[in-house]
């Protein structure tokens, strides 16, 4: 079956430590994004890239980074640097930009300890 | 102002009832638009594709209007699983993507 994995669903971070959610596709996907959702909020881009190796900063970039070192892999770290890290993060993929939808994971919801 | 603005609702409807649901935008180069549907802790899921000459998939209508810049999704017939948040994305021929944040439905019995 075609989709989108992201792992963990859920991840608890401490005080001053690095983590990353994962994300795979096995769509054949160019694109792909990570977003942020906040309770009762709409979603807002955090990063995406258009083909390997290379990645563009979205809305609320600061505090996190990521890689793009295979096509099927887009790997998000929410560093120390993000103090309100708790949110619902979601991962999509697209076959190009401008005219096709994006495809979303089932996410991954990460709390501070 | 926001580039893409949704009323939050929350609509709630009966079974059966007709609801409409418009998303406004303000950027012209505006190229491509989608209906999602989001349940609650849940990722957003396709509903359907815009097209300029307004589409149908079952209950669901999506009309395009690019002179007003809006989009407006229709749903007849109501359901209680049609309970749901939907939202509105727009795409920009530079493929720039803006999620709409949402308007809530919830279809009582």
């Known amino acids: 079956d075609g989709g989108i994995t992201q792992s963990p669903k859920y991840l608890f971070r401490k005080e001053g430590q690095n983590v990353t959610l994962s994300c795979e596709q096995n769509?054949?996907?160019?694109?792909m994004y990570w977003y942020r959702q906040d309770p009762g909020q709409g979603l807002r881009l955090i990063y995406y890239?258009?083909?390997?190796?290379?990645?563009q900063k979205g809305d609320i970039a600061e505090g996190y980074s990521v890689s793009r070192e295979k096509k099927e892999s887009f790997p998000l770290t929410v560093t120390s640097a993000q103090k309100n890290p708790t949110a619902f993060y979601l991962c999509?993929?697209?076959?190009?930009?401008?005219?096709?939808?994006?495809?979303f994971g089932d996410g991954t919801r990460l709390s501070i300890l | 102002r926001k580039e893409v603005e949704q009323d939050p609702g929350p609509f709630n409807v009966p079974e059966g009832a007709t609801v409409a649901f418009n998303c406004t935008y303000s950027?012209?180069?505006?190229?491509?638009f989608f209906w999602y549907r989001q349940d609650c802790r849940k990722e957003p899921k396709l509903l359907m594709s815009?097209?300029?000459s307004g589409n149908e998939d079952g209950r669901f209508t999506a009309q395009l209007n690019r002179a007003s810049q809006y989009i407006s999704l229709l749903i007849r017939d109501s359901k209680l699983s049609d309970s749901a948040t939907y939202l509105c994305?727009?795409?920009?021929?530079?493929?720039?993507?803006?999620f709409g944040d949402g308007t809530t439905l919830t279809v009582k019995p």
């Open positions: 999509a993929s697209s076959i190009e930009r401008t005219y096709q939808p994006q495809h």
């Open positions: 769509l054949n996907h160019d694109a």
């Open positions: 890239s258009q083909i390997v190796n290379d990645f």
């Open positions: 950027n012209s180069a505006s190229q491509s």
């Open positions: 815009v097209y300029s």
């Open positions: 994305v727009v795409n920009t021929n530079a493929g720039k993507s803006t």
